[in-house]
């Protein structure tokens, strides 16, 4: 086994203020739109009583999927033993304990009241899902993090494994509980699946590692470190593996819906007549969003561009896709009377109209630029990032000792 | 020359007047008041029997009453407003028949938005009214999602006009409340009283759990039917002609 040093991302350099600074303004920009938005009310926003949830919750629901899909890298490491990956453990845990906090953050931050929170944590319905993930989310703070202490702490070496298995099957249950969300919805056509829970669990492994590859390219193109292509290469595929399992579970998803007669009319809205929803489905989610990336990476010999290029392409068409699921799915009207034609003063009957306000997608960008923010300032402080990932002469150093004696860097 | 009226013919004539006015008592108010202090019964159930054919596709006296009696004064934003109960207009597409009826929380007996509410908020009275506790919603919005009635609304902006029996504040979820504060003080539903007076006296509220209300009566030997029964969630509102 080869050895490899961590190197903390220098702090307080030019380059370093820069992004800091950048992502300080956005954030901010962020909180002056929550300020805006629960001053006001809500009806400043797109939400109205019909689509209730909106971008923000677009945004919230990608970060926190993606959160635990980001811990994969890790888990491959070192739950499934795969040596290449372990270097990359202790990103993989900072990354998604700070996606999840970027995506709880947007989530509590359009609350009708935020300033309840509390009350979310000293009132429990034991029946509810929502409830339950209030423990899955800030358990998988506890979890990941005591994961990141054992990759990081030599003396922690014991807990190590224990702490790895645990992490992923902690991560499992939580995206679990995040697609019962809406696999729990007995009265919403678009809803109401077990597909829901393996759908969001292959979108976490796509969405997370899109976000992670991003990463790793833009940190080591930024810090000069080495990357070994092959690495890019390996990472590629293995998105292009998540994203064909996603596009698996929404098949699954749509054509079980199709052959209930029920369930035609809200498919024959997302899939032909939906306008938006049915351009955002099968142009971003399923063309841009799983197609194209699937060819960019499983092209022989893909180059660093192309996997960057699926990586955003299954970022974008992960947002696509759940604008699809959450708006579309609201937007389709309830059916209070199946097969009669209704209307009322309450929309009734009608397709409803979103269309997201500036302040929500800033909101939702702020959860980007918290995610974002954290990442750098735990791998500024922490020994998180490899001095190298390359192989042959380019590298000083690779592979860690996951379960052996790691190495403090100097 | 007139007999003094004994103290026997005096109870007759009560007796005699007490027979011949308590259908109407019944009707205006089915249960004494609740004493302050005592928690609601579950030996009540409390529900409506709609007729839809005495509802009038044009009447909104319910819908009216019910604004006035809740001070739903609203902001002319009608995809923002809140509505405990609208007026739905259903068309048989195959026949081209027409009804309307009122659509309100349906009091579920087992409501999908008090198993999802995270902290409680949405929950449910022993005699089953479904309420939302104000003091603890924190304004998720997923019993919006969950009701397969669309029967809640989400407080958007600031309100004014409010009445003492229904606080509402910015941020929380509401709903019709089945006139909790009437039915506790021994009355019944704005939107029922309204009915009787302007519309066709289309609704009937009672306690469903006593086998002598009249709503129970009707219940028990004419065809109802529930929204949505499917869904096995047991509304307490019942519907005829739907």
């Not at chain 1, 009132?123 to 899902?129: A, C, D, E, L, W």
């Not at chain 1, 796509?206 to 991003?214: M, R």
């Not at chain 1, 939906?274 to 841009?288: D, R």
């Not at chain 2, 407003?81 to 048989?92: E, F, M």
Request: proline residues 5%; contains cysteine; hydrophobic residues 50%.
């Amino acid at each position: 086994m080869k050895r490899v040093q961590y190197l903390a991302i220098p702090a307080w350099t030019p380059g370093w203020m820069m992004v800091m600074a950048a992502l300080a303004v956005i954030i901010a920009i962020a909180g002056g739109a929550v300020l805006y938005m629960e001053h006001q009310g809500h009806w400043v926003t797109g939400m109205t009583n019909q689509v209730v949830w909106g971008m923000p919750h677009v945004f919230a629901i990608f970060l926190i999927v993606a959160a635990s899909g980001a811990l994969n890298v890790a888990s491959i490491g070192s739950v499934f033993g795969r040596e290449p990956y372990q270097p990359l453990g202790r990103l993989s845990a900072l990354m998604a304990m700070a996606l999840l906090a970027g995506g709880l953050g947007v989530l509590v931050l359009d609350l009708g009241r935020p300033d309840r929170l509390v009350v979310a944590i000293t009132h429990f319905n034991v029946k509810s899902i929502f409830a339950w993930n209030v423990i899955l989310y800030s358990g998988f703070f506890a979890v990941v993090g005591f994961y990141l202490w054992a990759m990081i702490d030599w003396r922690m070496k014991r807990a190590y494994k224990p702490a790895a298995i645990t992490a992923f099957l902690w991560r499992l249950i939580l995206t679990t509980g995040t697609g019962s969300i809406f696999g729990f919805l007995l009265a919403r056509d678009a809803y109401n699946a077990a597909v829901m829970a393996p759908l969001f669990i292959a979108m976490s492994f796509a969405f997370g590692l899109a976000l992670f590859i991003l990463f790793i390219l833009g940190a080591t193109t930024a810090l000069n470190r080495p990357l070994s292509m092959e690495l890019v290469r390996r990472k590629g595929r293995l998105l292009g593996l998540f994203v064909a399992a996603n596009l698996y579970f929404v098949a699954i998803q749509h054509v079980t819906a199709l052959y209930m007669a029920d369930r035609v009319a809200v498919e024959t809205f997302l899939l032909l007549q939906g306008g938006l929803y049915t351009a955002l489905f099968w142009g971003g989610q399923v063309l841009l969003g799983a197609l194209v990336p699937l060819i960019l990476v499983f092209r022989p010999n893909a180059s660093r561009c192309r996997v960057r290029a699926a990586s955003v392409l299954v970022v974008l068409g992960g947002i696509a896709q759940i604008y699809v699921i959450l708006i579309g799915g609201q937007a389709f009207p309830l059916t209070l009377f199946p097969g009669m034609e209704v209307s009322s003063s309450f929309q009734d009957g009608l397709v409803a109209a979103y269309a997201p306000t500036a302040a929500e997608i800033l909101l939702g960008l702020g959860g980007f630029a918290l995610a974002l923010l954290i990442a750098v300032i735990g791998a500024s402080a922490l020994r998180i990032l490899p001095a190298s990932l390359g192989d042959g002469d380019e590298a000083t150093a690779e592979i860690i000792l996951a379960e052996g004696d790691p190495v403090a860097a100097p | 020359m007139s007999q003094p009226t004994s103290r026997r013919d005096l109870l007759k004539a009560a007796a005699i007047g007490a027979v011949a006015i308590a259908p109407g008592l019944t009707l205006i108010a089915p249960a004494a008041a609740r004493p302050l202090g005592t928690g609601a019964s579950a030996a009540n159930r409390w529900g409506l029997l709609i007729d839809t054919s005495k509802c009038d596709a044009g009447c909104t006296a319910c819908v009216d009453a019910c604004k006035t009696e809740m001070g739903l004064t609203g902001h002319d934003r009608p995809l923002t407003d809140s509505q405990y109960i609208r007026k739905v207009d259903v068309t048989d597409p195959a026949s081209g028949h027409r009804h309307s009826l009122p659509v309100m929380c349906q009091h579920c007996a087992k409501p999908p938005c008090v198993d999802v509410c995270p902290t409680g908020a949405s929950m449910k009275r022993a005699d089953g009214i479904v309420l939302v506790d104000r003091h603890i919603c924190i304004g998720c919005r997923y019993c919006m999602m969950a009701c397969p009635y669309k029967a809640r609304s989400f407080i958007h902006e600031d309100q004014s006009g409010q009445k003492p029996d229904n606080p509402r504040g910015k941020g929380c979820v509401e709903s019709c409340t089945l006139c909790a504060h009437r039915i506790d003080a021994g009355g019944q539903p704005a939107c029922v009283e309204s009915c009787a007076k302007d519309g066709r006296a289309a609704m009937l509220f009672g306690d469903l759990n006593d086998p002598n209300s009249e709503i129970s009566r009707r219940v028990s030997t004419e065809a109802t039917s529930r929204i949505r029964a499917d869904l096995g969630v047991e509304p307490a509102i019942r519907y005829q002609g739907i």
